[in-house]
């Protein structure tokens, strides 16, 4: 009886009012700078870039999920992110229903659908392990962007248009500090910690007794899911959304991103997306003097993994997370 | 009935065959090695019995039922632990984390407790390092935490893989050591071993395994007579 009344309280701990008053501290700031832009004492262009960024990051910390701590090296993020954002759009577009209510259903169901489809996927996929996971799932990538192009009520090749435009610099940093709340309470759970242990040794995890393809399957969900909240957020951000944007050529520049901070570090999906935005943006208004050379940022992209591959094989930040993500240990 | 029972067990990677139709017996309680030398069949042996590999022939029954038909997790839970060769434990968690994974199919936690003060009692070295990660322990630490570890999933009857493998002799005795306590405790244990003396010297039952075929079995103390084995395995005695 005693004990129940204890747990009944269940008092929050130190660990998670700091998070709880980080995250805070993030959207107000966030909010500030949204309003900043709003009446124009910020330029509109480093909004967008923060947005973009903010974005990126949830696509990239969600495929660390699957590439950094399960091990498996899947290919098809943008696919899901493609999934994501004709379900968000399509959402916003034939509902009807006033802006907060179409928000947040589009974003959910896109993250829904997403999921659903993975996991379908994710039941053929995890039969294979290593280089044949990553074809079938850069396999998966092209048919789902094929399909999607064949579909004429959503505008086939041509694109989409007329998505109501519901995301601002704002709602992507709620949806970041979302997405970082739940990434980071898995990954510091039970189950995280049995992601790396399939990465490790999978053998020896699954002599524990636990059902690995349920287990990495429980990842792709989680990850295509929060690919499909980005599509989304893109798709309401951008107000048009074509099939070719979520081709293997978006998922090889979110690999960039990971792989330049860090897999295995939720630190580093930051720090990789930061640094590579800020680098892309830079070298473009260094070459803008000449339109041809701005082309030459394409070339540079998948120069810049090349150089990781050979200097920092384990990205910017390795393993390693910065302090403030990192719940506080136990004190056993 | 015994605890388990491989019956006419046959397996093969591919074309080869790994083991011919052996017929191996543990009773509950008991201590029992299997001997032999590399690529004798011994781990092929173990690994089958934790459905790791397909079988071609033969039955495996646990507790008197077939457990042929079940999945390597599902085993688990039945009640039988396999210390893989080479440990298998996670270097990038901690000692602590290793352990509480390794009761994922325990749903108690106040068994899941007493299981681990249990393992801190028997090895103290685990309990100093337990926020270490495992990856800086020793390599007779890291074999501590391996045994910790079958010891969580709460397991009747434990399968261990040459629990002496890179070991110094002092090490290997105190492992040993530890394994005769924890079957004194109760728990079943079939351990495969190389070393041939440390692992009769515990046991009570012996088989040896050639060639996939089972070469000769016993009381413990028969086989550290028998001179086929002092032969194989003792080196032959100077005169």
Redesign the interface.
């Known amino acids: 009886m005693l004990e129940k009344a204890i747990i009944g309280k269940k008092s929050i701990s130190a660990g998670s009012l700091k998070w709880i008053r980080l995250n805070a501290f993030f959207l107000i700031s966030a909010a500030f700078v949204q309003m900043l832009g709003n009446i124009g004492f910020i330029n509109q262009y480093y909004i967008h870039i923060l947005t973009v960024m903010g974005m990126n990051i949830i696509l990239v910390a969600s495929l660390n999920l699957l590439n950094g701590y399960l091990g498996e090296f899947a290919l098809g993020h943008a696919g899901f992110m493609g999934i994501g954002a004709y379900s968000g759009a399509l959402i916003a577009i034939y509902l009807g229903l006033p802006f907060f209510p179409r928000l947040f259903f589009s974003l959910a169901g896109a993250a829904i659908v997403s999921g659903v489809v993975a996991y379908i996927i994710g039941l053929i996929t995890f039969k294979t392990v290593g280089d044949y996971l990553a074809v079938i799932t850069l396999g998966f990538n092209m048919i789902i962007v094929n399909i999607i192009q064949n579909i004429d009520f959503v505008g086939g090749p041509r694109g989409l248009v007329g998505i109501p435009k519901s995301t601002n610099f704002f709602i992507v940093a709620v949806c970041l500090s979302f997405t970082y709340t739940v990434l980071r309470n898995l990954v510091y759970s039970?189950y995280g910690?049995?992601w790396?242990?399939i990465r490790?040794?999978l053998?020896?995890?699954?002599?524990?007794?636990?059902?690995?393809i349920r287990m990495k399957n429980l990842a792709f969900t989680i990850a295509a899911s929060f690919a499909g909240l980005a599509g989304s957020l893109w798709a309401q951000y951008q107000q048009f959304i074509n099939p070719k944007s979520f081709d293997y050529t978006k998922t090889t520049e979110i690999l960039v991103m990971l792989y330049l901070g860090g897999t295995g570090s939720l630190s580093g999906s930051i720090l990789g997306v930061v640094v590579y935005t800020i680098t892309m943006e830079i070298l473009r208004n260094l070459l803008e003097f000449n339109p041809r050379l701005v082309e030459l940022r394409m070339v540079i992209s998948p120069m810049i993994l090349i150089v990781i591959m050979l200097t920092r094989q384990f990205g910017l930040m390795g393993?390693r997370e910065w302090k403030w993500i990192q719940p506080e240990?136990e004190g056993? | 009935m015994s605890l388990l029972e491989l019956n006419n067990l046959t397996v093969s990677y591919g074309p080869i065959k790994a083991l011919h139709g052996i017929t191996i017996r543990v009773e509950e309680g008991e201590l029992v090695s299997l001997l032999g030398a590399n690529g004798a069949g011994k781990s092929t042996t173990l690994r089958s019995i934790s459905r790791l590999i397909p079988i071609l022939e033969g039955d495996i029954l646990f507790n008197g039922k077939s457990i042929l038909n079940l999945t390597a997790y599902q085993i688990v839970s039945l009640g039988i632990s396999h210390v893989p060769e080479g440990r298998g434990i996670f270097p990038s968690l901690t000692v602590m984390e290793n352990l509480e994974l390794s009761s994922w199919t325990v749903k108690d936690k106040k068994k899941i407790k007493h299981n681990l003060s249990r393992i801190f009692s028997i090895f103290p070295r685990l309990e100093e390092r337990k926020n270490q990660l495992a990856g800086t322990l020793s390599g007779g630490e890291q074999q501590m935490l391996a045994v910790g570890r079958a010891m969580m999933t709460d397991c009747r009857l434990m399968l261990l893989d040459e629990p002496s493998m890179g070991l110094s002799p002092l090490l290997v005795k105190e492992v040993f050591k530890v394994l005769k306590e924890i079957n004194n405790s109760g728990t079943t244990i079939l351990l495969v071993e190389q070393n041939a003396n440390m692992a009769l010297k515990i046991a009570d039952r012996g088989y040896v395994i050639e060639n996939g075929r089972i070469a000769l079995e016993g009381p413990a103390e028969h086989l550290m007579q028998d001179k086929r084995v002092k032969e194989a395995y003792f080196g032959k005695e100077k005169k």
């Open positions: 039970n910690r049995l790396i242990s490790e040794n053998i020896a995890s699954e002599l524990m007794g636990v059902n690995i393993k240990k056993n």
